[in-house]
Each structure stands twice: as structure tokens, then as C-alpha cells.
């Protein structure tokens, strides 16, 4: 999985990124380029972050590389100071190159699917870790969103950028009442996987919801389907309706969850709640998508779809290998992540054949 920056490939790479921005406009108005004795360009600078990111090289080896390509002369600590200063530019390059995107509509009563994720990037030893949130387009089958914050940065749906038409996918992390009824005021429909205890809930008329009598309901038949409201602790006017589907897991799958629940309390030193264990053998799903809109078995399909971020997610790890961050230094590794994100970014453009890859 490469973007190649020799010189028979590099203006290739370089008129498709100018296609989203101008390289020496934004460099200067950047400041990531003050002095042009060693890196002389926008495009070389670039092709220095590259080379060291992606290119799997060490500041002193892509310092090397450098003097014998004659794009740069210059040391590793200065190649270390000028990349470091490049960051907030390197991230502005990748955002632009995701502006350029559309979306592709999806099946499903024309909605464009958005599954939202997010996973850890660590450098060796006890440096600084980072978490890459991103949005992914199942349908174009790449990212459409993506921010990268320190791991204090949690996952949230307040971040996502959605508008009406597009159907969001999550995890139970973001099973959170900001984030759905943020989306609710906006119009923006989604379908989100929910724990026993990641929201508190009421019936549609206001009165108490009884999880256990819910599971009940899934047992007997499968499926339980009922208009709930997500509340807000301490804010009753931020109270919003939506949809509560409990699904019956096959028997294998509902005992390997439960097991797997029974394992997070004993490790988190908890003792083990007989309610969350039995919830552990459903598939819960809170949904702002009306019952003739979806039926639960189709609102169990979507949701599967979530796979797929994760795979794009072990691509970048197994052949882009954005899981060795090398930097130590903030900005220096916030640097090398963007010019992976870019070169990723342009692969899915340039090369979309490398998605049927398995990683």
C-alpha cells in the first residue's frame, strides 16, 4: 500500500493533491514554510513528511534520502523541527483531500450510511497516544471524516458532521444522550448499539422504563420493539423520543457474550450484575428510524455493517502501518499521522482495487 514520492511518480501524487489544494498557497499562509534555504517548496516539504510517515524511514534516513534525491539539504534535527511546524498544514492537506468527497447512497429508503469509530494510535514506551476519530462511507467504501485528538478526546457523536439524509452507525460508546438528541434536533437518523446502562430511559408517555420486562419480551418472541424516550439527568426539556429494539441473540453467541460480560466485571472489580448478564445475550439497538422505516431484523443487518470500519481501520495498521508511530514529540508524531492519513487518502482515491485487499 504505497504513495510513491520518486521523482517518476511524485507529480502524480502532487497534481492530485492540488486538485483539493493549493500547496504553496497554504504552506505560506500556514506559516509551516518560513524560510526556503533547505526545503524550497510547499510539494518538497511534503514529500519529506511523506517519505519519513508513510515511507517508513527515520528523520535521519529521510534526512539521507533527501540530499541524495536532491529535494533537501538538511539534518535530522532540522527535518525533525520542520515537520514538527507542519503538522496543523499536513492535517489541513488531509482535510481538504476529504472535502473533495461525495457520497454514494446506500439501499435503505435512499439514506447514505456513515459508520462512526474510532481506535488508538500509541507510540513505543510511555509517550503521549492519540485517538484517530473517523467516519466511514460503506457504500464508497472510504472515510469521509476523520480528527485525530489526544486519548482524553472521547468517542462522541457531537463530533461527527452529519446532515438529514445520512444514517449514522455506532458502537454502544456512543450510545450517549448528547450526541443522539443532538442528532435528533438536526434531523439526522441513526442507528446505535446500547448497553444496560449507557442511557437512562422512560416509556414514550413519560412513565418508568422496566428493562427486565423487555428482555422478557425478547425472550418469549424474539424481538422487542417499543418507542421509548432517551433522557437527560437534570434536563427534562432535552428529554426526545425514539426507538428501543431488543434482538435475541442465537444461543452461542448470547453465552459468549455473557461470558465475556461476566470476564469485563471480575477485571473492572465489579460484582457481576444478573441484569446486565442478561442483557449481554441481546443485541440492543436505539434508532431514530420509524417501525415502517425498518424492521428489526433490517435494523440487525445494518448494524453488522460496522465491520467494515473496522476493517478499514486494520488496513491502515497491517499495510499502511500506522500502528508504529516512531515520534515521542506532540508535534512531530501529530506530523507523521497526517501524512499517513494523506497517503491513505489518496490510495482509496488512486488505488481503490487495494479495499479488496484483506488485511
Known sequence: MDISVDDHDWPLVVSRIEEAIDLEASVVASGALKRRREVRSGADLLRLALAYGPG????????????LQQVAKLSDAALLYRLRDAADWLGWIAGSLLAQRTGETVALAGYRLRIVDATVISPPGRGGRWRLHAVYDPGAARFTGLALTNTR???????????????ILGDRVYARPGGLQRLIDARVDFVVRAGS??????KADGSAFDLAAALDQSDQFGTCDLAVRIDHKGHPERSRLARLVVIRKPPEAARQARDRARRESQRGGHRNDPLSLRAAEHLMLITSLAQDKASPEQLASLYRLRWQIELAFKR??????????PARNEGLARAWIFAHLIAALLVEDLCPDIRDIPP
Do not use: F, I, N, Y
Not at 517508513?56 to 540530499?67: K, N, V, Y
Open 316 to 325: 491502515l495498521k497491517s499495510l499502511l502501518h500506522l500502528d508504529r508511530l
Open 56 to 67: 517508513g524511514q527515520s528523520l535521519r534516513e529521510t534526512a539521507a534520502w533527501a540530499s
Open 197 to 202: 446502562r449507557s442511557l437512562t430511559l422512560s
Open 153 to 167: 478526546g472521547a468517542e462522541s457523536l457531537t463530533r461527527v458532521e452529519a446532515e438529514p439524509g445520512e444514517l
